[in-house]
């Protein structure tokens, strides 16, 4: 070290630093202090204001919410009119057609599927759902898996007539829903799917940070059945 | 049996399992250096109080990303002088440095003559206003390094900058001292 660096060592020795502050008790007050979690609250009204909002912009429905559920990423809305919506095939409307893996890479969803099934393809809605094509019994039917950042993302519409169930999937919770249904989507960048007319009966349930919904002609049984082997 | 007093690992391990006091020990520990740095950054004692505060609040909260096996004081005190830094942005000016009193005499030492005290005085404070001067990259870098004694790498890590970029500057810092004192004759 040279003689102006030691100088400088010095006069750091000298200086006339104000005294230091109690830091401790005001730094352990604010730690103990939990930080209220507005944004969460403020994502969860923000998309219970979306789906309300959609609801009652169809005209038909504007008086006749009738009851409302939230699973994970999903709300299901009653209502004694279902709007008009498009009717689709199993396919078509689905989304992109891609590869498992494409899919899994878009969205980050790390799907799950029943033992010993490996369709070829999976489309991508938006930024985050992806939904395969499926046989169970005999029968096409659709799994759809999204991660669940905030209710009301996956919307069904369900007629005033449509069977709405508590159940459990693995022990999770898990809604059946058997009727005329409609299902929107909102992605979260702003990406909306308009109601499409489904006619199969519904199963919705969680498992982890993931909703997932069967959709398809099964008999109730049958779709808890395929939902305990998807892992 | 006598509880023997826990090293800083420990502490860093009790704290990200949200042992608060465990935290408290380590706040008390680095405080001082931590707001001597905040001081010399942002310029004034009331945004450095500030500056030493948030960044022990940021720092607990960030524990999860602190690399097991690290050195801690690195690691604080590149968040606090972060701190410091972003608040002195905004402060409309900065406090001046000012020495202690300059004829105070350590125990130990032989009591100099009133003229060699007042002349090292002097010249003491004429390196405190031309380190002053300095543009600030070059000024924190020797307020970091020499002022607070800091090591070289410490001083990278609270300027958020390279190792090689703080020996140029302190490299830079110290010619521009050197002809600023020539000029003056100190």
Known sequence: MNELELRLEELGRELAFPP?????????ERLRRKP????????????????????????????????????????????????????RSHAAGLGFPVTLQEAQRRTGVRLLLPPGERPSRA????????????????????????????????????????NVEAARVNGAQALWIQGPHAFEYFGRNGFHRAPVREHGNVLLWLNGDLTLRLEGPLTKAQALELARRTQ | MVDRPLDEAGLVERARGGDLDAWETIVRTHQGLAFRTAYLLAGNAADA??????????????????RRGAELRPWLLRIVANEARNRRRSAVRRERLALRAAL???????????????????????????????????????????????????????????????????????????????????
């Open chain 1, 123 to 162: 489309y991508v809605l938006g930024d985050a759902l992806v939904t395969v094509v499926l046989k169970a019994d005999g029968k096409p039917v659709r799994l759809s898996e999204f991660g669940s950042f905030g209710p009301g993302s996956l919307q069904k519409l369900v007629a005033q007539e449509a």
């Open chain 1, 20 to 28: 230091t502050p109690e830091l401790a008790p005001a730094v352990i």
């Open chain 2, 104 to 186: 105070e005499v350590r125990p130990g030492d032989a009591v100099p003559s009133p003229e060699a005290a007042l002349l090292a005085g002097e010249q003491r404070e004429r390196l405190l206003v031309a380190v002053e001067r300095l543009p600030d990259d070059q000024r924190d870098a020797i307020a970091c390094r020499y002022l607070l004694g800091l090591t070289e790498a410490e001083t990278a890590a609270a300027l958020g900058i390279r190792a090689g970029t703080v020996k140029s500057r302190l490299s830079r810092a110290l010619a521009r001292l050197r002809e600023t004192l020539e000029e003056g004759g100190a």
């Open chain 2, 49 to 66: 109080e500030e500056a030493a505060q948030d960044g022990f609040v940021k720092a607990y909260r960030a524990l999860g990303h602190f």
């Open chain 1, 36 to 87: 209220f979690a507005w944004r969460r609250v403020g994502v969860a009204v923000a998309l219970a204001l979306v789906a309300l909002a959609a609801a009652f912009a169809v005209p038909q429905a504007r008086t006749a919410l009738l009851d409302f559920f939230h699973l994970g990423g999903a709300t299901v809305i009653r209502v004694d009119t279902l709007p008009r919506a498009t009717e």
